[in-house]
């Protein structure tokens, strides 16, 4: 009853701002419709598009977004792939799903390169190769278009990457010739540009970032020369724009002993952040640890909802959503799923 009541009447209130395109600029002045529509689910903004041209100009333009962050307003969506070129997004909120186009592109280098990917302001990015070099393409969420032709000043795979805000960090990983880098790079979504940051301590690639308590973390990673796997951590700190190693961060076994001679091809520590606190899936033992921050050790919270198949952890997808732990992985090629939980019922997951 309270989804029809609803729907009822956004529809009446779609009749009369159909009738008068004036409504936006001359009726209401600007300030009541955007305080609106910034609290409207961003999955309604296609429809609230079709209103009138300054409804179309407006959810057409990073104002909305800009205003979502000022004030706090927070969405969060899911974006994936489960084939090469295509993705798709679900909102956890609605329980909407939404395909997006394909990328647009023909080449079968790209399809079978690996790939990077993250999310950062309005735009989704992914990393891979074409023939000759390596390729950015750039999906729009206020376009609903993929384009391509950005780089960074290092081009690189394999990388650590993360985003607070609008603005995105991408540490480590390796160039086109193989190289192990402790180069590092900011990405501005609102100024389309990258910019060059100080260097790791430590060069390595396969690593992971994350955002916590206002500061860029990378853990893990293959360091360069004897390809061992890396146990230590590094803190940037955005204002001092200083870097910091952390030992022992790594999450070890139940016996905190760890397997420093893991494959070099291991895919990258699964890590989340939920309220501010660090989570890893470790799919070998099958638990989610948490990091304890002041004892810089970690904890078993839970276990994880169900064995996936995976091929040294490539296949898996740990990450946040809000108050919620998503985990996302296959069944023997037949399927996947999806599952999450909250992290707000105590202790233990």
């Known amino acids: 009853m309270e989804l029809s009541r609803n729907r009822c009447n956004r529809e009446e209130g779609e009749s009369i701002m159909l009738n008068d395109s004036r409504l936006l600029s001359h009726q209401l002045g600007r300030d009541l419709p955007i305080n609106c529509l910034i609290r409207c689910s961003r999955f309604d903004y296609t429809t609230l598009a079709l209103l009138n041209c300054d409804f179309h100009s407006l959810v057409k333009s990073e104002l909305l977004y800009r205003l979502r962050r000022k004030e706090n307003i927070v969405e969060y969506w899911v974006y994936y792939s489960c084939s090469r070129l295509e993705w ?9 799903w939404m395909k997006l186009p394909k990328i647009p592109s023909n080449d079968e280098c790209l ?10 302001g309005t735009q989704l990015f992914v990393f891979g190769r074409d023939v000759m070099s390596p390729i950015i393409y750039k999906y729009n969420i206020l376009t609903n278009i993929w384009s391509s032709g950005m780089s960074m000043n290092t081009p690189r795979c394999l990388f650590a990457s993360a985003s607070h805000h609008e603005v995105a960090f991408i540490a480590g990983g390796c160039d086109p010739l193989g190289n192990i880098l402790c180069s590092t790079e900011l990405y501005n979504s609102e100024t389309a540009k990258f910019e060059i940051l100080p260097s790791m301590n430590r060069a390595r690639k396969l ?32 204002i001092t724009k200083t870097w910091k190693l952390i030992p022992d961060m790594l999450p070890g076994r139940i016996d905190g002993v760890v397997n420093l001679t893991a494959p070099p091809n291991k895919a990258p520590p699964l890590v989340a952040i939920a309220n501010n606190i660090l989570y890893a899936a470790d799919y070998g033992e099958q638990v989610v640890k948490r990091y304890e921050k002041e004892q810089n050790s970690w904890v078993i919270v839970g276990g994880l909802p169900e064995r996936m198949a995976t091929v040294n952890g490539w296949g898996l997808a740990f990450r946040a959503c809000g108050d919620n732990l998503i985990f996302i992985g296959g069944i023997d090629g037949r399927m996947v799923k999806v599952y999450s939980c909250s992290t707000q019922q105590g202790e233990e997951l």
Do not use: R, W
Request: charged fraction near 25%; proline fraction near 4%.
């Open 111 to 120: 399809e079978s390169s690996d790939k990077e990917s993250l999310a950062v």
């Open 88 to 96: 798709e997004a679900f909102d956890p909120n609605g329980g909407h």
């Open 207 to 238: 690593c992971s970032g994350f955002f916590m308590d206002g500061k860029l973390y990378v853990i893990s990673g293959i360091s360069e020369g004897d390809m061992m796997q890396l146990t230590c951590g590094e803190e940037f700190e955005p």
